[in-house]
């Protein structure tokens, strides 16, 4: 089963040669707690479904990985979101009107 990002409206999928990198949730029951808080997801979740679960680079922060830039620091939370919409906007190839 290919990584997929498990964060609502995001359709990120595990792909060769990509930048986006795909992270487990926490082991720590307490920053677990936070990232489901953060996603706005069932923080009842059994802990076998989340090890299948993964949220893409797209919803962290550069500041939130180490400075190797490869491996999430521990207090990192999932906190960016863009609606579809925004990504379609801010593509370079989007056709924008001159007014």
């Not at 409206?9 to 720590?28: L, Q």
């Not at 920053?31 to 076998?48: F, G, I, S």
């Amino acid at each position: 089963m290919p990584n997929m990002c498990t964060v609502q409206g995001c359709d990120n999928k595990a792909k060769v040669y990509s930048v986006v990198m795909f992270h487990r949730f926490p082991n720590n029951r307490k920053r677990r707690k936070v990232w489901l808080a953060a996603l706005n997801m069932d923080p009842t979740t059994p802990v076998e479904v989340l090890k299948k679960w993964r949220v893409c680079s797209e919803h962290f922060t550069e500041e939130d990985y180490t400075s190797s830039g490869l491996r999430l620091k521990d207090k990192a939370i999932p906190t960016v979101w863009r609606s579809r919409m925004q990504q379609i906007r801010s593509s370079p190839n989007a056709v924008r009107g001159n007014t």
